[in-house]
T-cell receptor, first 113, second 112 residues
Framework: AQSVTQLDSHVSVSEGTPVLLRCNYS??????LFWYVQHPNKGLQLLLK??????LVKGINGFEAEFKKSETSFHLTKPSAHMSDAAEYFC???????????FGKGTSLLVTP | EAQVTQNPRYLITVTGKKLTVTCSQN?????MSWYRQDPGLGLRQIYY???????DKGDVPEGYKVSRKEKRNFPLILESPSPNQTSLYFC???????????FGPGTRLTVL
């Protein structure tokens, strides 16, 4: 079964500095990978997805992620953090069927002024 | 507007009192699922449904039931809720394999 590991449970950055949220996956084949964001007291919103096209994926709000098969990683980055980026971020892998999702445990991003 | 709706959004109940959380989607999606979210554990799948009258257990199905009599609706039933089912619940739907999964706004359940 596919699984993901988010390497940091909490990340704190200053406004205007780069963001790096790390995610490693395990899969027996080339998986579909997603990043979702959850703002406080809100539902989940898709940031971006990788489905075996370009390895560098651009998402909403200036986020992007790079699929690295050799490192089994799918790290999320943003060049310059904004206060509104403070949220919980989930790295997600699609199961073999393509339907079910396996979620990482989440990374809480704190952005300080 | 394409969306997944859940009701109620907030619910406080007592141990043993049966409850149902409704979920409905207007995107004609075949696949629907329920998750629970607990601090430090991410989202864990409770049940899923590949189509009408086709449901199956996810990772944490104990204490829950579901039904899928219509394509758009996928209610979650707690026959005898217990305090360890206090959680934030999300319903989701998906139209095709490997595509984006759309989530409802969540239902915060407290069982006393």
């Amino acid at each position: 079964a596919q699984s993901v590991t988010q390497l940091d449970s909490h990340v704190s950055v200053s406004e205007g500095t780069p963001v790096l949220l790390r995610c490693n996956y395990s899969s027996s084949y080339s998986p579909s990978l997603f990043w979702y964001v959850q703002h406080p007291n809100k539902g989940l919103q898709l940031l971006l997805k990788y489905t075996s096209a370009a390895t560098l994926v651009k998402g909403i709000n200036g986020f992007e992620a790079e699929f690295k098969k050799s490192e089994t990683s799918f790290h999320l980055t943003k060049p310059s953090a904004h206060m509104s980026d403070a949220a919980e971020y989930f790295c997600v892998v699609s199961e073999d069927s393509g339907y079910a999702l396996n979620f990482g445990k989440g990374t809480s991003l704190l952005v300080t002024p | 507007e394409a969306q997944v709706t859940q009701n109620p959004r907030y619910l406080i109940t007592v141990t043993g009192k049966k409850l149902t959380v409704t979920c409905s989607q207007n995107m004609n999606h075949e696949y629907m699922s329920w998750y629970r979210q607990d601090p430090g554990l991410g989202l864990r799948q409770i049940y899923y449904s590949m189509n009408v009258e086709a449901t199956d257990k996810g990772d944490v199905p104990e204490g829950y039931k579901v039904s899928r009599k219509e394509k758009r609706n996928f209610p979650l039933i707690l026959e005898s809720p217990s305090p360890n089912q206090t959680s934030l619940y999300f319903c989701a739907s998906r139209g095709a394999p490997y595509n984006e999964q759309f989530f409802g706004p969540g239902t915060r359940l407290t069982v006393l």
